[in-house]
């Protein structure tokens, strides 16, 4: 059989979370250091699948999506890289299973892409789910392109062991990227453009460097020339320090804006998750962050049937939820992930049980979600504009909330406009730009 011929073009598809949107490109930029070209996935010689293992059935979703590159019309056969964190949990099943595959890294080792694809393009399957002592980050090409949003990664992998993540075995243990490397890649993200930034890590607010927290980090980005706005994603209750909850009262670009998961309203539920939290500490962080922050939006993320859930554990989310009053939040149905410990435990709850329930929880936080965006209506606001929209002069762009908000404008991608929000639904907000007074 011949060998692939070295890839010209590329494409890389990223699933989940905003982490996995960071690391795809990171990835693009990679291969376009190498000289490769962007392209869409029907026709690119490399075609990355940069894939998520926490939502259900992940891996099958994978196979599926290589089954269909494999029967393409034209009858090309690209160079298939699975990456990510379905490529860390399964490893060298994939390529086993799916005999197409030609690579298989892992989110520690993809900083190797450009080799394991030219060992692909000579015949050989190549598969990396090491775990380098060196952060793969000093490996990285400088910043590309970019918008007027970015993410930046300044955290990576997860001690807390909750029973029903994978995450500490697909990324590894927490560690936290160096202050100065942080910041030199904050500066890269706006020199390209970048008016906001997102912090990411799977405890992001665990971040520390020599004695410094994220609270450090936000108050010297917020000295930046040129960053307008800062937000921070995902956070540990455990780890909100006094100093990040006076951050959003006394930093000017951090967004008014926070996604703290609780995951239950049940102690006794969260004791089996390893939560290592309780839902009384969970409120008081909610309560001193609002004390700080009063116009704050509040997220979160819940899982409905979890092994052992009765209706009074699932009453006590609802109860939770209710207190809280979250401008929007993630709710999902349990399902086992091997290798974790919730995935052997007893008493799993029927699928229709946890169907029921799910249908209730989400009914209650598309309420308030709803509620929330109807309270701005009447505000006048800054809006950053990210996207053209559907109609033509329509832009779309964020509030600090994180609301999407249409409008109608003359403005361009990248502005930032003072806004009057107009109307409200589930989703999303109407605006017009807010007209200039005379002086």
């Given at each position: 059989?011949?060998?692939?011929?070295?890839?010209?073009?590329?494409?890389?598809?990223?699933?989940?979370?905003?982490?996995?949107?960071?690391?795809?490109?990171?990835?693009?930029?990679?291969?376009?250091?190498?000289?490769?070209?962007?392209?869409?996935s029907a026709d690119a010689d490399l075609v990355v699948l940069n894939t998520?293992?926490?939502?259900?059935k992940a891996a099958e979703k994978v196979y599926s999506d290589i089954g269909r590159l494999i029967?393409?019309?034209?009858?090309?056969?690209?160079?298939?890289?699975?990456?990510?964190?379905?490529?860390?949990?399964?490893?060298?099943?994939?390529?086993?299973?799916?005999?197409?595959?030609?690579?298989?890294?892992?989110?520690?080792?993809?900083?190797?892409l450009p080799e394991l694809v030219a060992k692909a393009a000579g015949g050989a399957t190549a598969v990396d789910t090491d775990m380098p002592a060196e952060p793969k980050f000093k490996a990285l090409p400088g910043r590309r392109r970019q918008g007027p949003t970015a993410f930046l990664t300044v955290q990576e992998g997860c001690d807390k062991f909750c029973t029903y993540c994978v995450v500490p075995y697909t990324r590894g243990a927490e560690v936290s990227r160096p202050w100065s490397q942080v910041m030199d890649e904050a500066r890269a993200l706006i020199d390209m453009g970048a008016k906001e930034i997102t912090l990411l890590g799977q405890n992001v607010n665990a971040w520390e460097d020599d004695g410094r927290g994220l609270h450090d980090l936000i108050a010297a980005m917020d000295k930046l020339p040129g960053l307008e706005r800062i937000r921070y994603t995902t956070s540990h209750p455990n780890d909100m320090a006094e100093g990040l909850i006076r951050a959003h009262g006394e930093v000017e670009k951090l967004m008014p804006f926070l996604h703290l998961p609780v995951q239950s309203g049940s102690d006794r539920i969260l004791k089996a998750m390893n939560r290592s939290h309780t839902t009384e500490s969970y409120l008081r962080v909610i309560e001193r962050v609002r004390a700080a922050r009063p116009d704050i939006a509040l997220s979160g993320?819940?899982?409905?049937?979890?092994?052992?859930?009765?209706?009074?554990?699932?009453e006590a989310t609802l109860r939770i939820v209710e207190a809280t009053r979250y401008a929007q939040a993630y709710s999902f149905k349990y399902s086992p992930r091997p290798g974790t410990p919730a995935a052997t435990m007893d008493d799993q709850v029927p699928a229709e049980v946890a169907d029921e329930r799910l249908q209730r929880l989400q009914a209650l936080i598309n309420a308030q979600q709803l509620a929330f965006n109807q309270a701005t209506v009447g505000r006048r606001t800054n809006v950053l504009l990210e996207r053209r929209g559907k109609h033509p002069g329509q832009l779309i762009?964020?509030?600090?909330?994180?609301?999407?908000?249409?409008?109608?404008?003359?403005?361009?991608?990248?502005?930032?406009?003072?806004?009057?929000?107009?109307?409200?639904?589930?989703?999303?907000?109407?605006?017009a730009e807010a007209v200039k007074q005379a002086a």
């Open positions: 059989m011949n060998s692939p011929a070295a890839p010209k073009t590329f494409h890389v598809k990223s699933f989940g979370c905003q982490m996995n949107v960071y690391d795809g490109a990171r990835m693009s930029e990679l291969l376009e250091a190498e000289g490769l070209s962007a392209a869409d998520c293992h926490i939502r259900e029967k393409r019309e034209d009858g090309s056969k690209p160079i298939i890289a699975v990456a990510g964190c379905v490529a860390q949990a399964e490893g060298a099943e994939i390529a086993r299973r799916a005999p197409s595959v030609g690579v298989v890294v892992g989110p520690q080792a993809y900083h190797r993320d819940f899982i409905v049937g979890f092994p052992g859930e009765t209706d009074e554990d699932f762009g964020k509030s600090p909330w994180l609301q999407s908000i249409h409008l109608e404008t003359e403005a361009a991608i990248g502005d930032l406009v003072e806004v009057d929000i107009l109307s409200a639904g589930p989703n999303s907000l109407g605006g």
